[in-house]
Structure formats: C-alpha cells, structure tokens
Nanobody
Framework: VHLVESGGGSVQAGGSLRLSCAVSGSSVSGYAMGWFRQRPRKEREFVGVIWWSGTTVYADSMKGRFAISRDNAKNTFSLQMNSLEPEDTAVYYC?????????????????WGQGTQVTVSS
C-alpha cells in the first residue's frame, strides 16, 4: 500500500489549498482514510477522516474550514482547506485506517504518506 500527497505549497492568510492523496494497493472506499498534520515544534495531530461509508469526522479546530472528500474512480481522497491561518502551517500527512472506521488516534492508521508542506503567511 502506497500513499502520496500532493498540492502543498505557500499561500497567504485567508487563502485556500486543496491537498490530494493518491492511494495504490488499496481501495479508498474500503477503509477509513485520514489526514493529520504536524506543526513546527508540535506533535502530529488529527485533522479529519472519511470513513468507508462517506461519513466525515473533523477535529474541532478544523470544523467549518476543512473538508475531506473522496474520488473512488481515481482512488484518491482530498483535503480542501479554506480560510487558512498562519497557525495552519504544517506538514500534512494522509493515512489509511486499519479498518472501515477510524478516529483521531495515530495507532488506528497503518499506512502513511510522506507528507506535504503547507505554509501560510500573514
């Protein structure tokens, strides 16, 4: 199983970015697929997840600004980030859940992408 993120970059505060995660060796519709991030000098933290059913769950601080979607035909899933703030600067990781449903704990995920940098300037 291989996951590759794309779409990172630099943006000004208030702007938007869309990250994508291309998955090979596993079907995105058969597992929970999640997003995490690691801000500078911080522990990696949960951003959100989309379950096999299409249900999405987000960390409280991301609700209303971030949205996860999935494209079964392309076997990809995405993270749309709006109203970005400098505090959203981080390396963003996609991950596959160990089962169809997963929560916020890293141990619930078994395969990870290499990460993509997002930098938000004020």
């Amino acid at each position: 199983v291989h996951l590759v993120e794309s779409g990172g970059g630099s943006v000004q505060a208030g702007g938007s970015l869309r990250l994508s995660c291309a998955v090979s060796g596993s079907s995105v519709s058969g597992y929970a697929m999640g997003w995490f991030r690691q801000r500078p000098r911080k522990e990696r933290e949960f951003v959100g997840v989309i379950w096999w059913s299409g249900t999405t769950v987000y960390a409280d601080s991301m609700k209303g600004r971030f949205a996860i979607s999935r494209d079964n035909a392309k076997n990809t899933f995405s993270l749309q980030m709006n109203s970005l703030e400098p505090e959203d600067t981080a390396v963003y990781y996609c991950a596959r859940g160990r089962s169809q449903i997963a929560g916020s704990e890293e141990r619930a995920y078994d395969y990870w992408g290499q990460g993509t940098q997002v930098t938000v300037s004020s």
